[in-house]
């Protein structure tokens, strides 16, 4: 039972152009939403993320988007950067456990073309 | 300050044997999550530990098995090793709950590990 879901196994667009990455998720309990991005041999790196008391949430180039009624996220990046090709992933948090567990979606790999 | 390391990057073991990874957290932080990511997949949470204890467990056998010490590093266990073991495994430390940070995990390179 896959409770994040990044139906968009990769993304290909061009430098200086806006990239929109999407994440669904199932459970209604999650009340924190975070992004990672992973370059090859490297751990995933936080970048942004988005309480559920919000709709939307922005660091620079970066803005998350938060749609609670359609289960939906989304990460903009604007404009966007060779730099920042890499594996995209969405996660969510919450409920009653508490912990602080995270539950990832599959990754999108975004390419940007120079 | 010292981010997330992990050790050893990569290690090759056989079906049936035991494993034990090491992770050293970021400064400061008192939780040690530990992930397991298999090729294509993302990462599936396998337990945390908050303060040495265990807080919170996913969907893994009890053969695997973790250890916090007194400086928040942290070990991985693995007995009776299968095939599908094989993943890179990410460990990821955190602020404890009494700083409201434990959402925001910052994750280690990964140890890759391989059973033939």
């Known amino acids: 039972d896959q409770q994040v879901k990044q139906n968009s196994p990769s993304l290909s667009v061009q430098e200086g152009r806006i990239s929109i990455l999407n994440c669904d998720y199932t459970?209604?309990?999650?009340?924190?939403f975070l992004w990672y991005k992973k370059y090859p041999a490297e751990g995933p790196t936080f970048l942004i993320s988005?309480?559920?008391?919000?709709d939307k949430n922005e660091d620079g180039r970066f803005t998350v988007f938060l749609n609670k009624s359609a289960k939906h996220l989304s990460l903009h990046i604007v404009p966007s950067q060779p730099g920042d090709s890499a594996v995209y992933f969405c996660?969510?948090?919450?409920?009653?456990?508490?912990?602080?567990?995270?539950?990832f979606g599959q990754g999108t790999t975004l390419q940007v073309k120079p | 300050e010292t981010g997330v390391t992990q050790s050893p990057t990569h290690l090759i073991k056989t079906r049936g044997q035991q494993v034990t990874l090491r992770c050293s957290s970021q400064?400061?932080?008192?939780?040690v999550s530990w992930y397991q990511q298999a090729l294509g997949q993302g990462p599936q949470f396998i337990f945390q530990?908050?303060?040495?204890?265990?807080?919170g467990r996913g969907n893994f056998p009890p053969r695997f098995s973790g250890l916090q010490f007194p400086n928040y590093s942290s070990e991985l266990n693995v007995n009776a090793l299968e095939l599908d073991d094989s993943a890179l495994y990410l460990c990821?430390?955190?602020?404890?709950?009494?700083?409201?940070?434990?959402?925001?995990?910052?994750f280690g390179p990964g140890t890759r590990l391989t059973v033939t």
């Open positions: 990821a430390s955190s602020l404890g709950k009494l700083a409201g940070g434990i959402y925001e995990q910052y």
């Open positions: 400064s400061g932080h008192n939780t």
């Open positions: 996660a969510a948090s919450g409920g009653s456990s508490n912990t602080g567990k995270l539950i």
């Open positions: 530990y908050y303060r040495e204890e265990e807080n």
């Open positions: 988005i309480s559920s008391i919000k």
């Open positions: 459970n209604s309990m999650f009340d924190y």
